[in-house]
T-cell receptor, first 112, second 114 residues
């Protein structure tokens, strides 16, 4: 049962343009979401999070949007830079626990 | 502040052997979680320890076990290794283990079972 889904395995974007990564979830009990970035041979690095009481959270070039009615969140990166090339995971903790449920990841490639 | 440290970074074992992986959390963090990453199954939760007690467990067989010491350092053990246990094992630490704490990950231990 895939409770968190990232339906695009890969995404290619021109440097300087906007990258939009999408994530859907099925468990309506999720009330907090996180995005992680992962480079090869490294562990995931926390990027940005959002609580379900908000519909947007911004941190520099990164903005996460949450649409609770659609059970959908997206990560916007503006402007995209070559160093943003990595695999991006969205994740949600089960209620009251530290168990993170991850999506399958989206490989983002920024082309110069 | 030092990050999450996992040792060793790489391991090669043969079927039937057992293995122990180590994780040192960020100083002051009391919760340690373990995850397995494989190409087919993605990132899956193994278990979480807080104050030397296992609080949460994922859907893995009993061959996977762990423990946490009084200094919050954690070890994970896999007995009777199978080929399918080949994976990247990631450890993450967080402050006090409540659901909205950010988990910070180590670089992982790459286990290959031959």
């Amino acid at each position: 049962d895939q409770q968190v889904k990232q339906n695009s395995p890969s995404l290619s974007v021109q440097e300087g343009r906007i990258s939009i990564l999408n994530c859907d979830y099925t468990n309506s009990m999720f009330d907090y979401f996180l995005w992680y970035k992962k480079y090869p041979a490294e562990g995931p690095t926390f990027l940005i999070s959002i609580s379900s009481i908000k519909d947007k959270n911004e941190d520099g070039r990164f903005t996460v949007f949450l649409n609770k009615s659609a059970k959908h969140l997206s990560l916007h990166i503006v402007p995209s830079q070559p160093g943003d090339s990595a695999v991006y995971f969205c994740a949600a903790p089960t209620r009251g626990a530290q168990k993170l449920v991850f999506g399958q990841g989206t490989r983002l490639t920024i082309n110069p | 502040k030092a990050g999450v440290t996992q040792t060793p970074r790489y391991l090669i074992k043969t079927r039937g052997q057992q293995v122990t992986l180590s994780c040192s959390p960020i100083s002051g963090h009391r919760s340690v979680s373990w995850y397995q990453q494989t190409p087919g199954q993605g990132l899956q939760f193994l278990f979480e320890y807080f104050s030397e007690t296992q609080r949460n467990k994922g859907n893995f067989p009993g061959r996977f076990s762990g423990r946490q010491f009084s200094n919050s350092r954690s070890e994970m053990n896999v007995s009777t290794l199978e080929l399918g246990d080949s994976a990247l094992y990631l450890c993450a630490s967080s402050l006090d283990g409540t659901g909205k704490n950010i988990q910070y990950f180590g670089a992982g231990t790459r286990l290959s079972v031959l």
